[in-house]
Nanobody, 123 residues
Framework: QVQLVESGGGLVQAGGSLRLSCAAS????????MAWFRQRPGKGREFVAA????????YYADSVKGRFTISRDNAKNTVYLQMNSLKPEDTAVYYC????????????????WGQGTQVTVSS
């Protein structure tokens, strides 16, 4: 089993920054994919970013490319999402997810999920 716990959400003004953290415990996937998804009000869960085990390969949704940065510290079993230049449309519950093997854009390909952390961006 893998337990994922997100933190770092909150309320920020448009143009501001937040850093989300996802701490993993239990069986960890140092070679697997870790990802962030988000769910905006009234919408489905959407891919935001993913990172492979070594941290050398990262993937981003077009909507966040150039503004968000995903990174991981395997020694701490933690994945981060640095969010800059935040926009009101980034308001969502952000979820951390993990799976063995390569990353996927599809939320149902991930076996493990955190409880989510709310990010609210005011205009």
């Amino acid at each position: 089993q893998v337990q994922l716990v997100e933190s770092g959400g909150g309320l920020v003004q448009a143009g501001g920054s937040l850093r989300l953290s996802c701490a993993a415990s239990g069986r960890t996937f140092s070679s697997g994919a870790m990802a962030w998804f988000r769910q905006r009000p009234g919408k489905g869960r959407e891919f935001v970013a993913a990172i492979m085990g070594s941290g050398s390969s990262t993937y981003y949704a077009d909507s966040v490319k150039g503004r968000f940065t995903i990174s991981r510290d395997n020694a701490k079993n933690t994945v981060y999402l640095q969010m800059n230049s935040l926009k009101p449309e980034d308001t969502a519950v952000y979820y951390c997810a993990a799976r063995q093997g390569t990353y996927s854009w599809w939320w149902d390909q991930y076996n493990y999920w955190g409880q989510g952390t709310q990010v609210t961006v005011s205009s």
